[in-house]
């Protein structure tokens, strides 16, 4: 019998869907050397992107599974007229090392942390702007160091697989490298050849299903603890449901929230304009 699909994983999926009939973009974001960086941590180079100067900064901390810089190629474009923008490539991904430590998303939390003091050693604040795996990180990020996050934007975050329908955990299908490579063969390409290290796509799969096996990934007190004004954001047909996004919104001490109408787990790629504006008019 197989292990149930988690929240996630139906996640990744749609936004594998919605990734593959993404146009091509001009820019090569996620592999771009003119704007490419690294940093070192105790056993891993981490991989960012820097757009934009001027304004606040704003990292950019990008989903699971199919997930990479690449799928904020819009919103970069147009954020970074007026910002700085630092995308982060999470560990094990594209350019990132996979390094030594397990991996989980309060280690990804602590990567992003690296590289932001990293960047800003005069101890700026930045704004974070998460989507779905990033948005669990950002969450975690903002709780266990305040002292970096100015305002947070966390996108169809949830804080655990209980976010989903009960139809949706029974599911006996799992989201394999098997899988991925029959479903979005173009896509499983196209993130493979993004990689450092092509040949570690199936292990990293592997070790990020055995990662959502957990039930919870952000606890209702970590929520609580977050002191940034945070916007919760996610559009009205997304797989996680929407009373969860509101319990999320209510554990928040300063928190807005917005809906995005007839828009899925991608809401940048089904009302860009419509986003980015909530998005940045938040920010300002």
Known sequence: MRKPLTLLLILALWTAASLA????????YGTNDQAGHYV??????????RYGEG???VVFLHGGEYGYIDEFAEVIRQV??????????????????????????????????????????????????GFSEGAIT??????????LVRRLVA?????????????????????????MQQQVPDLVARRKKQMTHPEQWDQLIRDLNAMY???????????RAIQAPT??????????????????????????????????????RCKPDLSIKIMSDFLK
């Open 21 to 28: 009939q993404a146009p091509e973009q001009t820019i090569p």
């Open 40 to 49: 070192e941590t105790p056993d891993a180079k981490l991989y960012y992107e």
């Open 55 to 57: 304004g606040q900064p």
């Open 80 to 129: 970074s007229k007026q910002r700085t923008v630092i995308a982060i490539a999470t560990r094990g991904y594209g350019r990132s090392e996979r390094g030594t430590r397990p991996l989980s998303h309060r280690q990804f939390a602590e990567d992003a942390a690296l590289v932001i003091k990293d960047i800003f050693k005069s101890g700026e604040k930045v704004d974070v702007m």
């Open 138 to 147: 950002s969450y975690i990020l903002a709780s266990s160091h305040p002292e």
């Open 155 to 179: 996108i169809g975050g949830p804080l655990g697989a209980y976010g989903a329908s009960m139809d949706d955990l029974e599911s006996d299908e799992e989201l394999t490298p098997e899988l």
């Open 213 to 223: 096996d957990r039930m919870v990934y952000v606890k209702q007190a970590e929520i």
């Open 231 to 268: 916007l919760i954001m996610a559009g009205d047909k997304d797989e996680t449901r929407l009373d969860h996004f509101v319990e999320i919104y209510k554990l928040l001490p300063n928190a807005q929230m917005a809906i995005i109408p007839g828009c899925g787990h991608v809401i940048f």
